[in-house]
C-alpha cells in the first residue's frame, strides 16, 4: 500500500545550489500535504506544508509545489545548505478516516557536500 | 517551543514481555498519536486518539497493542506480549489545527 511514494532514496547538491525533492500520491482524497526533515534517532521535524487547494507555498528558502492532475509534490530548497543534509519525508494527510492520520513516503536522503 | 516528550529514549525488552512507551503531547493538542518506522523503512501510521477514544487505527494495531491517555497529560503506548518484529522507533505526535508535532522517538529493541 504505497499511496505516496518518494522514488529517489537518495540527492547529493553542492552548496548553493537548488535541491528539488520529489514526491508523489496516489490517493485523490488527501487534503494536506506536508514535507519534514529527520536527523537520525530524533523524530520528524516539520518544514513547509501545502493544502490541497493551493499549488505553491513559500516560506523562506522552502517552498513546495503542488500538482493536483499529475498528483505530485515538489520540495525546493534554494540555497541549499550543508545543515540541510538529512533525510526529507513526504506526508499526506487524509481528513475522511476520522483521525487526520498522515501516510508518509519512504524519505529521500539529501546530502549538501560544501 | 512546545515539544512532545517521549521515555525512554530506548527500551531493549526480551521477546513475550510487557512494554510501555510514555509519551507527553503538547497540552493544547487535541489529536494524539502514534507512529512506528522500522529500520530502513518508512514511517507509518499506528494509531490515532481524540476525546479520550481511539478515533482509527492500522492494520499493524492489533489485539497486543492498547494506548491510553490515564491522566490528561500522558498518552501511553502498550505492547502486550512483544515479537522481535516489533523492534522498531515508535513516535508519539500531538495535533492541533494542521500542526503536527513529533517526539523524538523511543527505540524499541526485542531480544
Known amino acids: 500500500d504505497q499511496q505516496v511514494k518518494q522514488n529517489s532514496p537518495s540527492l547529493s547538491v553542492q552548496?548553493?545550489?537548488?535541491?528539488?525533492?520529489n514526491c508523489?500520491?496516489?490517493?485523490s482524497m488527501f487534503d494536506y500535504f506536508l514535507w519534514y526533515k529527520k536527523y537520525p534517532a530524533e523524530g520528524p521535524t516539520f518544514l513547509i506544508s501545502i493544502s490541497s487547494i493551493?499549488?505553491?507555498?513559500?516560506?523562506g528558502r522552502f517552498t513546495v509545489f503542488l500538482n493536483k492532475s499529475?498528483?505530485?509534490?515538489?520540495?525546493?530548497?534554494?540555497?541549499?545548505q550543508p545543515g540541510d543534509s538529512a533525510v526529507y519525508f513526504c506526508a499526506a494527510r487524509l481528513s475522511t478516516g476520522g483521525g487526520n492520520?498522515?501516510?508518509?513516503?519512504?524519505?529521500?536522503?539529501?546530502?549538501?557536500?560544501? | 517551543e512546545p515539544e512532545v516528550t517521549q521515555t525512554p529514549s530506548h527500551q531493549v525488552t526480551q521477546m513475550g514481555q510487557e512494554v510501555i512507551l510514555r509519551c507527553v503531547p503538547?497540552?493544547?493538542?487535541?489529536y494524539f498519536y502514534w507512529y512506528r518506522q522500522i529500520l530502513g523503512q518508512k514511517v507509518e501510521f499506528l494509531v490515532s486518539f481524540y476525546n479520550n477514544e481511539i478515533s482509527e487505527k492500522s492494520e499493524i494495531f492489533d489485539d497486543q497493542?492498547?494506548?491510553?491517555r490515564p491522566d490528561g497529560s500522558n498518552f501511553t503506548l502498550k505492547i502486550r506480549s512483544t515479537k522481535l518484529e516489533d523492534s522498531a522507533m515508535y513516535f508519539c505526535a500531538s495535533l492541533r489545527g494542521r500542526g503536527y508535532t513529533f517526539g523524538s522517538g523511543t527505540r524499541l529493541t526485542v531480544v
Open chain 2, 65 to 68: 497493542f492498547s494506548v491510553e
Open chain 1, 70 to 80: 499529475a498528483k505530485h509534490l515538489s520540495l525546493h530548497i534554494v540555497p541549499s
Open chain 2, 26 to 30: 503538547i497540552s493544547n493538542h487535541l
Open chain 1, 54 to 59: 493551493k499549488d505553491k507555498n513559500e516560506d
Open chain 1, 101 to 114: 492520520k498522515l501516510t508518509f513516503g519512504t524519505g529521500t536522503q539529501l546530502k549538501v557536500e560544501l
Open chain 1, 24 to 27: 508523489d500520491y496516489t490517493n
Open chain 1, 15 to 21: 552548496e548553493g545550489r537548488i535541491s528539488i525533492l
